[in-house]
């Protein structure tokens, strides 16, 4: 394997949108996850948009046994009342919204979502990113 020595670069070819995941209140940590991985993952990837639009959906899963490890670094004291980052990849910011927009994921998507997310309480970030290190 070769070491990239050039200087990092924002891509310009892909744009990445990240939903910080907040649980519908009332809904445990663990059925949140579970349901967020086992059934809701099927039926937003199902829709033909998404497999249209998207080069890449990812879930981030927070691990409740890494909070005490955590919380006993420096780095950062505030406990998050996210559960997890939903990661969506495409070409451009548009090919990402068109999918929100949609009316299949309108009808399909949105009242799942429902079950397990709160969407008045996620936030939501979008821009390009560049890739310092990949030993894949």
Not at 100 to 114: S, T
Request: no cysteine; hydrophobic share 45%.
């Amino acid at each position: 394997m070769s070491e990239n020595t050039s200087k990092p670069a924002l891509r310009t070819d892909r744009v990445r949108l990240v939903v910080l995941m907040a649980p519908k209140p009332g809904l445990s940590f663990e059925e949140f996850d579970r349901y967020w991985l086992d059934v809701h993952a099927e039926v937003f990837s199902s829709i033909a948009i998404v497999k249209r639009n998207l080069l890449k959906y990812e879930q981030f899963h927070l691990d409740p046994k890494f909070d005490e490890i955590i919380a006993a670094q420096t780095l950062a004291k505030s406990k998050s009342p996210f559960r997890g980052i939903a990661i969506f990849e495409a070409t451009s910011l548009n090919k990402i919204f068109d999918i929100f927009q949609d009316e299949e994921y309108l009808r399909v998507v949105v009242p799942d979502e429902l079950k397990f997310f709160d969407h008045e309480n996620a936030q939501i970030l979008a821009g390009p990113f560049a890739t310092i290190i990949d030993k894949l």
